[in-house]
């Protein structure tokens, strides 16, 4: 079978006669169109994070939809899901006041986000301040912001001129942070975008001390502090938006996935009291920005069932407990030839990073190593073409999470 349907970050030259068809789903487990199942061992894109086949939102979605399917909520248009949800996320954010603007998706929020920031200062009264800064090995979603804020290279190549005034700096060392600072001047930087774990480059959790430091960077320098917590948030690293075990409070934080644990498409961005209000307390000062799904009263419900499920299992605090003996099932897998470092221990994300001589050597070997492990029953991604990661639905077990690391060693020794 050929496949029409173009797949996101894929070479299609390849995948193009042999689409890996997803039937269906129950748990932590896929099943393909055979029948055979597969560890999720990445909850879909990092969202699945109540796992699949959860009766309790399908209903309350079904229910949504056949009392309001849809409907805008531009202008003083409003529903009620979109309502509750939006109360329910300020109160569990970790800011002042926070007020809620939802989109579809992450990079959607990273626009709108990047967007606010910058229309914010110039309510203000200062317009120069377009600048944003971020991380390498940072990925902030495809869109037009996200794109030019990418600190994964090969996300910026060959689209042509993205946004001059970006610029990234080191991951895990607050001191670039404030060099950069200087150099560009804090009176012309807008914000500074951080992801609390780095997720899809290469799941790296933050040096201890650096986030703190950099938010503190950021607060002395009046410039605005943005989470992206698209896949931290949830649950994933524990806590609800993903910051909470650093004590930081952004004053935008962006977030996605985990939000309907993927059964239908919402993003959003949260404003601290103090930034929404320069728009909340200004009659007459629209922001020109949303698309047509913001609110959409099916998807809210859709969140909201999620939200009960997390809450009543507490999977935020099952990440937490579950982070440890994730990254010891990995542990053992450092010893290997094949493996230069396994990173983990801070929610449940963990990666094994391979060895470089070995990738140059052996071209493809990391996408090898995930078809092996796929073929013996657990889904991981390749991140970068050298790196495995995993980030499992926070219902998993201790016991799968031994098989997951028993399966990944079995996959990475089949193919050397
Ligand atoms: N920001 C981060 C940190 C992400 O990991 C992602 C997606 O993985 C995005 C933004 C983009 O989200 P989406 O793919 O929903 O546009």
Redesign the pocket.
């Known amino acids: 079978m050929e496949t029409r349907l173009w797949h996101p970050f894929a070479n299609m030259a390849e995948v193009k006669d042999k689409p890996f068809l997803v039937d269906r789903a129950e748990g932590v487990w896929i099943y393909d169109t055979d029948g055979t199942r597969y560890l999720d061992g990445t909850a879909g894109?990092?969202y699945c994070n109540a796992g699949h086949g959860r009766a309790e939102i399908v209903d309350a979605t079904a229910a949504q939809m056949r009392r309001l399917d849809s409907y805008f909520t531009f202008g003083d248009f409003s529903n009620e899901p979109a309502e509750r949800l939006a109360t329910r996320l300020s109160e569990l954010a970790p800011m002042e006041q926070a007020r809620i603007f939802f989109t579809t998706?992450?990079?959607?929020?990273?626009d709108t986000a990047a967007k606010l920031a910058r229309l914010y200062w110039a309510r203000r009264g200062e317009p120069q301040r377009v600048h944003i800064v971020s991380r390498r090995h940072s990925?902030?979603?495809?869109?037009g912001f996200?794109t030019s804020l990418a600190g994964i290279e090969v996300n910026r190549d060959g689209f042509g001129p993205l946004l001059s005034d970006a610029t990234r700096v080191a991951h895990d060392d607050a001191e670039d942070l404030r060099a950069a600072i200087e150099r560009i001047g804090a009176e012309n930087i807008a914000a500074f975008f951080a992801?609390p774990v780095i997720?899809?480059g290469g799941a790296r959790p933050p040096e201890p001390g650096y986030l703190e430091a950099a938010a503190k960077i950021c607060a002395e320098h009046g410039i605005l502090f943005v989470a992206?917590s698209?896949?931290c948030g949830f649950g994933r690293v524990g806590g609800w938006f993903g910051v909470e075990r650093w004590g930081l409070r952004p004053d935008l934080i962006?977030f996605?996935?985990g939000v309907t644990s993927g059964y239908l498409p919402l993003?959003g961005v949260a404003a601290a009291g103090h930034v929404a209000d320069v728009f909340w307390e200004a009659p007459g000062s629209l922001v020109a920005h949303g698309p047509t799904y913001s609110g959409h009263p099916t998807v809210a419900a859709a969140a909201l069932a999620n939200l009960d499920i997390l809450e009543r299992e507490d999977l935020p605090g099952r990440a937490v407990e579950l982070e440890r003996p994730l990254l010891e099932a990995l542990l053992p897998l450092r010893e290997h030839p094949a493996v230069a470092d396994v990173r983990g221990g801070v929610g449940l994300i963990a990666a094994v990073e391979l060895d470089g001589e070995l990738l140059a050597e052996h071209k493809g070997i990391a996408a090898r190593m995930q078809l092996a492990i796929r073929e013996r029953g657990l889904i991981v991604r390749v991140l970068g073409g050298s790196t495995l990661v995993v980030s499992p639905p926070l219902i998993i077990t201790e016991d799968e999470i031994g098989v997951l690391g028993k399966t990944m060693a079995e996959g990475i020794d089949a193919v050397l």
Do not use: C, P, Q, R
């Open positions: 894109l990092w998706g992450g990079g959607e929020s990273v990925y902030h979603g495809t869109n996200g992801e997720g899809a992206d698209v896949i962006t996605a996935k993003g």
